[in-house]
Every structure is written in C-alpha cells, then in structure tokens.
C-alpha cells in the first residue's frame, strides 16, 4: 500500500485520502503526508478543534514539519499498531518523522493522556526542514498569542490552555512559529504538545521514548487477542485498529468518524458532523469486533447504555456524544471557507432527533450475537433491555419512520426500517427461550409474522422485480442488500437474488455501489457509498458467487489509501475519497465480507 508523494503540496488543500490517523481512544488527529496536523480536536473526539487546516487553510490552524526543499515521502504504521511515520528524502538525506498519542493500560486501568508527541530523526545524509506551528482555537474562532518559556511555548485562550515543549529556542511570531532549520545525520528532535497545560515542561519529562513503547505495546497487545486469521488479515487488522482508535474509552462508545463537514460531493452542502455514536454503528461493532475475538469495546458500550437509560423504549436515542449526551444541536460554521470551498461546515447534528426504528433491532440483534459468544443476558438485563425494546417494536412497527440515509423529510415505510424490526423482535424471541421468560414470545412472534408478511407484499415492486425503498415506492435502495445479513430472507430466495442483480445492475458502477439513484446521479457529484459495496460483496459470497465476490473485494481495498484507511464514499471513476474520514462503517464493511467470504471459500 505504500505510495511516494511529492513534496511541497502545490494546493492549499490535500486529497482527503492524504492523510494518516494517530488517536488515544479519546481523541485523534489527521496528519498528512507532508508532516502537516491538519485536524484535531482537544480533549475529545467531539470537542472543539485546535487544528482545523483541512476545513479552511486560512484560519482553521495547522501543526506542519516537513523538508523545506524538494523531497519525496512516504507513511506507514510500526506494524500493529497507530504509530505513524512519515518518511522524507531529498537528494541530500532522509529524515523520519514519527507520530503518535500516548496510550496505555488494559480494560477499566486506560491511561490516555492529551498530548502529540513528534519526534524527528536524520537517518541519512542531511535535511533542511521548516517548522510551522499555527494553532487556531475553537474552529478557527480563537488564535491564541505565543509565549516564549525556558522550555517552550504557553498558549492560553478563554478556557483553552496549551502548551508546545521543544529543547530548541525558536523565533517566535505573535500567532505562529515558523521557523527553517537543519538536521545531519544522528540528530533527533522532539516535540510534544500538550493540551491542559499552561506551561510547557522539558522534553525529557514527557519521556517520549518510554511512552511510544509503552504506546506500541498497547496497540500490538490488543491486535494479539485478534483470532482472524483468514486471507484478507492484513486489511482486517488495519481495519480493526481503526475502530479501536476511533472508539472512546471512558464509555466504549465508536465515533463514525474522527472529522466534521469533509463533503459527499465537492463543493457541494451535503456536509455532516460524524464525530459523534450512531448506535447503529456501534452495535454493528460489536458483532464485527466478536467475529474478530475482540469484544470488550462493544460490549462495554452496551452496558454503559443500559445503565444510562432506565426507560429506554422512551429514551432510546439514534446517536449520542460520546459521553452519552443527546444535545447535539446542529449549526453551521460560516467563518470557515470548507474542504476544497464546500459550505456550509457544520457542528452538532439535527439527524440526531430522527425517529429511525432499525435502532431498537440493531440493539437486540447485538445482544443476541453476543450470548452467542459467551456472555449471558440477566434477569436485571432482560426487563430493562430486552423487554422494553421488543415491546416498543410491537407497539410501533406500523408507524412511518426516517430512513438509514437520514433523509430530511417525510417519515416513510422504509423497508430496511421494517426488515430491522423483524429482525429485533426475533432476537428479542431467541433471547427469551434462552433465558427462559415465556411470557411475552406468543405476542412478539405474532407481530413479527405481520412484519415479514407485510414487507414482502407492500415492500416489492413486481415491476422491478425487486425490494424497494419504501411502500409505494419505485426507488431501488442499497441499504435492502443488508437483509439476508440481517436474517430477514435467505439470500439464494429469488425475490432476494434479483434485488441483488437489480441494485448491481441500476446502483452500481462494477465493484462500487450508491446508495440511491439519486445519490448516483452526474450532477450531484456523490460517490459510491462503501459500506453498501462491501454488502454487495457479502451477499454474493452467501450465493456462492465467490469469484465475483472476491474481485469486487480486491478491487474495493485496492481503493483504501496509503495506510489502508477508507473514507466514507469513492468517486469510482476518479477514484478520490469523499465524506469524512476515517470511517467507521466502511471499515467495519471490511470486517464483516472478509469474514463472509472466508466462510464462503472454505465452504466451496
């Protein structure tokens, strides 16, 4: 995967797919191929942004050190791990940049400190190098005066304070340190940033040489627990290890992703904030995470949930932050000029007070998928989780509700919606034979019955020969190749095996599939949505059409970046990477039709 990228960057603004992502299971940051910190927020995923670049090279602020001639690079992770280099070479030598936030412990003893830790090292010859430090508060609102100490800068502003250690005494701007200077063979240079600290310690206090062992030895620990050893394990892992960073620790809630507003299409307005936990991701996690041997992360979301909301069929929400609060107002950021000019950058998100059903089946259908490995439901459990959710599905599947893609209109029939709660009232039902509460299963299963029988009468179109989008509807949907995964209809039933052709034949450009129609159309410049591709190869691996299964994968990871990072959507003609990033859903995508296709070709 590796990629040699030419140096200076000759735009204000570098393809989305240019970056590398370092993290503490609190909070991360973008660094780009140049050494430039393009994006992080402090001290959560959801705060405020310090460095903001990538939504506005003016005023966002950025953290750059990169050779101040012209030079190659080149950016990997320490293997196991999200400890990224960056490697520079010129004519004259090569210089290692290497990056990461410290991160230590196990389970319930997490050690996440808010700090960047930078170290540079001439490993040849030698290097000019340029030093830019240009920190911008509060999504470019605040930039905060330099201070000079006698080891480094103080930056304090309102309720920020921040400081940057370094052994070296800079000149020193009033709002920025730009700086050249010059490194031979041998020499090394480290920098740390620390957010919460209002005067920079000596580099030699932050022992960044013990933190990044200790840091590595996180990341591989973890990776070691993973049993997936099938053919694809290199992207698994990868995978995998995006996930885990992008999940916040204190709560086990995932992010979708780790930025806000990166666009669907340039220059266009569909622009989200993502930085916060969609429960339908995070319940998918738990079954990717399981699949994989690691089920800690997802699971200790789910019991965080559950011991936040004790009346969760009225309080069940579609997304929360990642401390569990619902507040997340949408409003836009119109001092920030957006990615490539797509306006308008957003905070908060008003999709977070949409009423999307498949929420409650996701939740059953986690639960379920972890007694499978090994974690029982108690009776405490059952009548605050299981229970309240199954009732609420019985009691409103009938109802019109939003759609996956967060459409901001009329509630509809979606099919996918209802399939969900299909799906949830027969994990709610197997559950309750497990756990031995025969109660309520005669009631649940009578409305689960309704469901399927009114899905597949109202839901397919004769004329499409296919499942739809909603009742009524002539639409073709993507989001319908979820329901043989989700156990709603086997995917060799015929009515499933021509959605299956339907939606390759109208939503799909080869390996890559939209989400809509209208998602495809020219005009709107949108790309292929990439967890929808990666269900379009699970669903021909459980046909049995693993050659073509295995093509569409190849062809889809041959389009993750550098680093094996995926973004949100593709461009499949030009191949550039749209929506925010990383994300979370394409890589559990990965996960779950890696798994599908193993079992498939073992299977054949």
């Known amino acids: 995967m590796c990629a040699l990228f030419s140096l200076p960057v000759n735009d204000h603004y570098k393809p989305i797919a240019g970056y590398g992502v370092i993290g503490n299971t609190k909070t991360a940051a973008l660094v780009g191929y140049d050494g430039s910190i393009d994006w992080c927020c402090f001290p959560r995923f959801d705060s405020p942004s310090v460095f903001a670049a990538i939504l506005d090279w003016k005023k966002g602020g950025r953290w750059c050190i990169e050779p101040s001639t012209a030079a190659t690079s080149m950016q990997n992770y320490i293997a196991g791990t999200n400890i990224l280099r960056t490697s520079f070479e010129s004519e004259s030598g090569k210089v290692t940049l290497t990056d990461f936030m410290p991160c230590s412990g196990s389970d319930g003893n997490w050690s996440a400190l808010p700090e960047i830790h930078r170290q540079l090292e001439c490993t040849e010859g030698k290097m000019a190098m340029r030093f830019t430090f240009e920190p911008s508060f509060d999504y470019g609102t605040l930039r905060p005066k330099l201070m000079k100490t006698g080891n480094g800068i103080s930056m304090r502003q309102g309720r920020y304070d921040m400081a940057l250690s370094c052994a070296d005494q800079f000149p020193l701007g009033e709002y920025a340190l730009v700086t050249d200077f010059r490194l031979a063979k ?13 005067v920079p310690r000596r580099v030699a206090e932050y022992r960044t040489e013990s933190q990044q062992e200790k840091t590595a030895k996180f990341w591989t620990d973890w990776v070691a627990t993973l049993r997936y050893d099938g053919k694809w394990r290199e992207e698994v892992v990868r995978s995998a290890l995006a996930l885990k960073l992008m999940t916040y620790s204190p709560t086990g809630a995932m992010v979708a992703a780790v930025t806000t507003s990166l666009p669907e299409a340039l220059g266009g307005t569909r622009n989200w904030d993502y930085r916060y936990s969609w429960i339908r991701d995070s319940a998918s996690s738990l079954r990717a995470f399981n699949l994989i041997g690691s089920s800690s992360e997802a699971e200790s979301y789910l019991r965080w949930l559950i011991e936040n909301n004790p009346a969760l069929e009225a309080d069940l929400r579609l997304m ?10 949408e ?18 998100n008003a999709a977070s007070q949409q009423l999307q059903v498949d929420t409650y089946g996701y939740m059953l259908d986690s639960l379920y998928f972890s007694t499978q490995h090994g974690k029982s439901v108690s009776d405490d459990m059952y009548f605050r989780f299981v229970k309240p959710l199954a009732d609420y599905i019985t009691d409103t599947w009938q109802k019109p509700s939003h759609g996956i893609w967060e459409m901001r209109g009329t509630k509809r029939h979606f099919v996918y919606m209802k399939a969900w709660s299909y799906a949830g009232l027969d994990r709610a039902i197997k559950i309750a034979r ?5 109660d309520d299963i005669h009631r649940w299963a009578t ?12 839901g397919w179109n004769k004329r499409k020969n296919s499942f739809v ?12 190749l979820m329901l043989p995964l989700m156990g709603f209809i086997r995917a060799d039933d015929e009515r499933m095996k021509s959605t299956i052709e339907a939606v390759q034949k109208e939503l799909a450009y080869g390996a890559f599939v939209y989400r809509t129609k209208s998602h495809r159309r020219k005009h709107r410049k949108e790309g292929a949505f990439l967890l929808c591709s990666f269900w379009l190869v699970s669903c021909l691996a459980m046909l049995g059409r693993t050659d073509e299964a295995t093509r569409n994968f190849s062809e889809l990871l041959g389009h993750a970046n550098h680093l094996g990072l995926l973004a949100e959507e593709t461009d499949p003609e030009s191949g550039e990477a749209l929506g925010n990033f990383p994300q979370a859903y394409s890589h559990l995508g990965v996960i779950v039709a890696a798994t ?3 079992n498939a070709l073992g299977s054949r």
């Open 186 to 198: 041998g020499d090394k240079k480290t920098f740390v940033l620390s957010f919460g600290e209002a």
């Open 320 to 329: 929360y932050d990642v401390n569990g609060g619902t507040d997340l107002r």
């Open 331 to 348: 409003s836009r950021l119109d001092h920030l000029e957006g990615y490539k000019g797509s306006r308008p950058v957003r905070i908060g």
């Open 434 to 438: 497990v756990t031995g509460h025969q």
């Open 447 to 458: 409305a689960r019955k309704k469901i399927k029988a009114e899905v597949l009468r109202k």
């Open 469 to 480: 989008m909603h009742y009524g509807s002539s639409e073709l949907d993507s989001a319908n």
């Open 596 to 598: 599908e296709l193993d």
